[in-house]
Protein backbone atom coordinates (compact mmCIF):
# COMPACT_ATOMS: atom_id res chain seq x y z
CA UNK A 1 0.00 0.00 0.00
CA UNK A 2 1.22 3.42 -0.35
CA UNK A 3 1.73 5.22 2.86
CA UNK A 4 0.90 8.63 0.92
CA UNK A 5 -2.84 7.55 0.02
CA UNK A 6 -3.12 5.83 3.11
CA UNK A 7 -2.44 9.31 5.00
CA UNK A 8 -4.64 11.26 2.98
CA UNK A 9 -7.60 8.64 3.37
CA UNK A 10 -6.67 8.99 7.20
CA UNK A 11 -7.10 12.84 7.06
CA UNK A 12 -9.84 12.83 4.87
CA UNK A 13 -11.54 10.71 7.49
CA UNK A 14 -10.75 12.97 10.18
CA UNK A 15 -10.71 16.51 8.23
CA UNK A 16 -12.82 17.20 11.14
CA UNK A 17 -10.10 17.40 13.54
CA UNK A 18 -7.60 19.68 11.77
CA UNK A 19 -10.79 22.54 12.19
CA UNK A 20 -11.76 25.08 15.08
CA UNK A 21 -9.29 26.18 17.97
CA UNK A 22 -8.82 23.06 20.01
CA UNK A 23 -5.34 22.15 19.80
CA UNK A 24 -5.80 18.79 21.29
CA UNK A 25 -7.98 17.95 18.49
CA UNK A 26 -5.55 19.43 16.14
CA UNK A 27 -2.26 17.15 17.79
CA UNK A 28 -4.66 14.01 17.10
CA UNK A 29 -5.08 14.75 13.97
CA UNK A 30 -1.30 15.37 13.23
CA UNK A 31 -1.19 11.82 15.04
CA UNK A 32 -3.35 10.36 12.60
CA UNK A 33 -1.81 11.57 9.80
CA UNK A 34 1.92 10.48 10.99
CA UNK A 35 1.03 6.75 11.45
CA UNK A 36 2.61 5.77 7.98
CA UNK A 37 5.41 7.19 8.91
CA UNK A 38 6.15 5.32 12.21
CA UNK A 39 9.71 5.43 12.53
CA UNK A 40 9.46 2.85 15.71
CA UNK A 41 6.69 -0.03 16.20
CA UNK A 42 6.15 0.99 19.83
CA UNK A 43 5.74 4.63 18.89
CA UNK A 44 3.47 3.10 15.99
CA UNK A 45 1.64 1.29 18.97
CA UNK A 46 1.39 4.35 20.81
CA UNK A 47 -0.03 6.52 18.62
CA UNK A 48 -2.69 3.58 17.52
CA UNK A 49 -3.91 3.14 21.09
CA UNK A 50 -4.16 6.65 22.11
CA UNK A 51 -6.42 7.04 18.76
CA UNK A 52 -8.25 4.61 19.92
CA UNK A 53 -8.82 5.35 23.34
CA UNK A 54 -9.88 8.97 21.92
CA UNK A 55 -13.67 10.22 22.67
CA UNK A 56 -12.86 12.87 19.74
CA UNK A 57 -12.28 10.22 16.98
CA UNK A 58 -16.36 8.54 15.66
CA UNK A 59 -16.65 4.95 16.14
CA UNK A 60 -16.78 4.42 12.49
CA UNK A 61 -13.39 5.44 12.16
CA UNK A 62 -11.96 3.58 15.06
CA UNK A 63 -13.34 0.34 12.99
CA UNK A 64 -11.94 1.83 9.87
CA UNK A 65 -8.56 1.84 11.83
CA UNK A 66 -8.53 -1.64 13.28
CA UNK A 67 -9.03 -2.96 9.96
CA UNK A 68 -6.03 -1.02 8.55
CA UNK A 69 -3.92 -2.02 11.83
CA UNK A 70 -4.35 -5.95 10.78
CA UNK A 71 -2.20 -5.04 7.39
CA UNK A 72 -0.07 -2.56 9.00
CA UNK A 73 3.30 -4.52 7.67
CA UNK A 74 1.88 -3.04 4.44
CA UNK A 75 1.48 0.37 4.44
CA UNK A 76 3.43 1.27 8.33
CA UNK A 77 7.29 2.52 7.94
CA UNK A 78 8.12 0.55 10.83
CA UNK A 79 7.02 -2.62 10.04
CA UNK A 80 8.08 -1.82 5.96
CA UNK A 81 11.99 -1.67 7.00
CA UNK A 82 12.20 -5.50 7.26
CA UNK A 83 11.81 -5.20 3.35
CA UNK A 84 14.42 -3.66 1.26
CA UNK A 85 12.46 -0.80 -0.41
CA UNK A 86 15.59 1.97 -1.34
CA UNK A 87 13.59 4.05 0.82
CA UNK A 88 10.60 4.45 -0.88
CA UNK A 89 7.10 4.40 0.38
CA UNK A 90 4.71 3.68 -2.40
CA UNK A 91 2.97 0.43 -3.48
CA UNK A 92 4.68 1.85 -7.31
CA UNK A 93 8.33 1.85 -6.95
CA UNK A 94 8.76 2.81 -10.37
CA UNK A 95 6.55 5.79 -9.89
CA UNK A 96 8.57 6.61 -6.54
CA UNK A 97 11.80 6.52 -8.56
CA UNK A 98 10.52 8.68 -11.53
CA UNK A 99 10.03 11.39 -8.62
CA UNK A 100 13.24 11.27 -7.36
CA UNK A 101 14.99 11.33 -10.99
CA UNK A 102 12.56 14.72 -11.86
CA UNK A 103 13.66 16.19 -8.99
CA UNK A 104 17.20 16.04 -10.23
CA UNK A 105 17.22 16.18 -14.53
CA UNK A 106 14.95 17.37 -16.97
CA UNK A 107 14.29 17.53 -20.51
CA UNK A 108 17.52 19.10 -21.02
CA UNK A 109 20.17 16.84 -19.25
CA UNK A 110 22.66 15.40 -20.94
CA UNK A 111 23.47 11.26 -21.09
CA UNK A 112 26.08 11.83 -18.86
CA UNK A 113 24.39 13.76 -16.10
CA UNK A 114 21.96 10.64 -16.03
CA UNK A 115 24.00 8.63 -15.32
CA UNK A 116 26.02 10.02 -12.97
CA UNK A 117 22.67 11.28 -10.94
CA UNK A 118 21.94 7.35 -11.25
CA UNK A 119 25.28 6.81 -9.57
CA UNK A 120 24.46 9.57 -6.93
CA UNK A 121 21.08 8.48 -5.83
CA UNK A 122 21.87 4.56 -5.93
CA UNK A 123 24.88 5.57 -3.67
CA UNK A 124 22.11 7.63 -1.37
CA UNK A 125 20.00 4.54 -1.29
CA UNK A 126 22.55 2.03 -0.31
CA UNK A 127 23.98 4.97 3.03
CA UNK A 128 19.80 5.18 3.38
CA UNK A 129 20.10 0.79 3.71
CA UNK A 130 23.10 0.87 6.06
CA UNK A 131 21.22 3.14 8.28
CA UNK A 132 18.22 0.74 8.65
CA UNK A 133 20.82 -1.97 8.88
CA UNK A 134 23.27 -0.18 11.76
CA UNK A 135 19.02 -0.12 13.95
CA UNK A 136 20.03 -4.06 14.17
CA UNK A 137 20.59 -4.17 18.37
CA UNK A 138 24.23 -5.55 18.58
CA UNK A 139 22.62 -8.18 20.46
CA UNK A 140 20.56 -9.49 17.60
CA UNK A 141 24.02 -8.73 15.26
CA UNK A 142 26.07 -10.45 17.78
CA UNK A 143 23.57 -13.67 17.82
CA UNK A 144 23.44 -13.88 13.99
CA UNK A 145 27.51 -14.06 13.45
CA UNK A 146 27.80 -16.92 15.37
CA UNK A 147 26.06 -19.02 12.42
CA UNK A 148 28.36 -20.79 10.48
CA UNK A 149 26.61 -19.64 7.02
CA UNK A 150 27.38 -16.03 8.17
CA UNK A 151 31.08 -16.67 8.80
CA UNK A 152 31.43 -18.62 5.73
CA UNK A 153 29.74 -15.71 3.98
CA UNK A 154 32.09 -13.33 5.03
CA UNK A 155 34.65 -13.66 2.67
CA UNK A 156 32.67 -13.52 0.05
CA UNK A 157 29.94 -11.70 0.06
CA UNK A 158 29.67 -7.54 1.22
CA UNK A 159 28.02 -5.94 3.89
CA UNK A 160 24.36 -5.34 2.21
CA UNK A 161 24.14 -9.10 1.34
CA UNK A 162 25.46 -10.18 4.67
CA UNK A 163 22.53 -8.06 6.00
CA UNK A 164 19.95 -9.58 3.64
CA UNK A 165 21.22 -12.94 4.71
CA UNK A 166 20.97 -11.88 8.19
CA UNK A 167 17.36 -10.47 8.01
CA UNK A 168 16.26 -13.94 6.17
CA UNK A 169 17.82 -16.24 8.53
CA UNK A 170 15.40 -14.08 11.72
CA UNK A 171 12.34 -15.02 9.50
CA UNK A 172 13.36 -18.52 8.97
CA UNK A 173 13.87 -19.06 12.70
CA UNK A 174 10.24 -17.67 13.07
CA UNK A 175 8.76 -19.97 11.14
CA UNK A 176 6.20 -22.76 12.52
CA UNK A 177 6.64 -26.53 11.67
CA UNK A 178 3.92 -28.99 12.07
CA UNK A 179 5.33 -32.44 13.57
CA UNK A 180 2.85 -35.09 14.46
CA UNK A 181 0.33 -33.10 14.21
CA UNK A 182 1.31 -30.05 16.52
CA UNK A 183 2.77 -26.78 15.58
CA UNK A 184 6.12 -25.65 16.89
CA UNK A 185 8.01 -22.56 16.90
CA UNK A 186 11.59 -23.37 16.07
Known amino acids: MCSWHVEQNLKKKNLYLNKGKSAEKKSLYKLISKLPYSEYEQAYLDSYNKIL ?10 DYLKIKH ?5 WVKCYMKRNFTCGMVTSSRIESKHN ?30 NNEIQKFTLKQNNDLNKYNLIE ?24 KVKFNNESKMW
Open 70 to 74: KDKHL
Open 152 to 175: KSKGLYGKYILEKLKSNIIKSLKY
Open 53 to 62: ESDDVSQNFK
Open 100 to 129: VYKKYLNGNSRLSELYAIFQELENLEVANY
